[in-house]
């Protein structure tokens, strides 16, 4: 067991809740944050207490954690509006010194690098740390979680990550190293969707049930679990999406954005960034990430128009 530290969680969405929940089942003193109040104090348990504002949550905490929708969200509570001539402040200030940041979203590399920055200015610590997993994954505790940061911030946070995951990769020094790996990723799971798709609609065209064809090709060739449960999403669309059509389109942009400022074109990256798009065009914007590819593999396929 982890010894108890005083730690603060913002963002208790469909990811954040969940490993907020397994932090409290640690015993760790844990204080709350969600912009909906109600979210918070469905997450409460144990020690745990909801605060009022993002600056009220991290006050007195050692360790915090974010895990928020986008670079939007993430910028506004970390810094609130007053950098763009606003009123309002997030928790940078209000972050005591020495304390350390993880930033368990998937946000872009530039972010990452303003955060490590921001954080350098005040003394504070900001490990990037991003997540690969759905919220059920997230609700087991299986995520795997990639980590760069200072040695000594990293070997403070590591019981806590190891505690709510299956396992690390620590990257490097860097944070934002480990933000465009978890870009670099989630390109390849777009990658696996868009091959599941169109073999489905291949196998269909055949007269081939699509699951018999996943079922000999997984077993032959990949023997993945991933191609397992992301093809039992495609078949079986969920109702509540584990990630949907919106958040593909900001992670590939961001994977984009990233390989552009390194002088790095992909032309794959470019082709899933125009499908996903188009699903969002087609009204799957809120629909599973896998579901909307497999909805435009689907509405490509005819090579004629169907006669009436």
Do not use: C
């Not at 928790?91 to 920055?117: M, N, Q, Y």
Request: cysteine-free; charged content about 15%.
């Amino acid at each position: 067991m982890t010894s108890q530290k005083n730690l603060a969680f913002l963002g208790l969405g469909q990811m954040g809740a969940p490993i907020a929940r397994l932090l409290l089942q640690r015993g760790h003193n844990v204080t709350l944050w969600n912009r909906n109040r109600s979210k918070a104090e469905a997450t409460r348990s144990g020690n745990a207490r909801v605060a009022a504002s993002p600056q009220d949550a991290v006050a007195g905490a050692a360790v915090v954690f974010t895990m928020l929708t986008d670079d939007a969200a993430t910028e506004a509570v970390l810094l609130g509006d007053a950098h763009n001539g606003g009123i309002s402040s997030g928790f940078l200030d209000a972050l005591p010194s020495g304390a350390i940041h993880v930033t368990l979203s998937t946000i872009s590399v530039a972010l990452a690098r303003r955060i490590t920055a921001a954080h350098q200015e005040r003394g504070q610590h900001h490990v990037g740390a991003p997540v690969f997993g759905r919220p059920a994954v997230a609700e087991a505790g299986k995520l795997w979680i990639v980590v760069s940061g200072g040695d000594q911030s990293l070997a403070d946070v590591r019981p806590l990550l190891e505690s709510i995951s299956r396992g690390l990769t620590i990257v490097s020094s860097e944070p934002w190293q480990a933000h465009a790996l978890k870009l670099g990723g989630n390109l390849m799971i777009t990658s696996m969707i868009q091959t599941l798709s169109e073999a489905f609609v291949y196998a269909e065209s055949q007269g081939i049930p699509p699951t018999l064809f996943h079922q000999a090709v997984n077993s032959a060739l990949f023997q993945s679990q991933l191609y397992e449960n992301y093809s039992k999403t495609i078949l079986n669309p969920p109702q509540h999406p584990g990630a949907t059509v919106s958040l593909g389109i900001k992670d590939t942009r961001l994977a984009r954005e990233a390989a552009t400022e390194a002088g790095v074109h992909m032309g794959l990256a470019d082709y899933f960034a125009d499908v996903l798009e188009r699903a969002k065009k087609a009204g799957f914007a809120d629909e599973d990430w896998a579901v909307g590819q497999y909805r435009i593999a689907q509405s490509d396929a005819p090579l004629h128009p169907k006669k009436d």
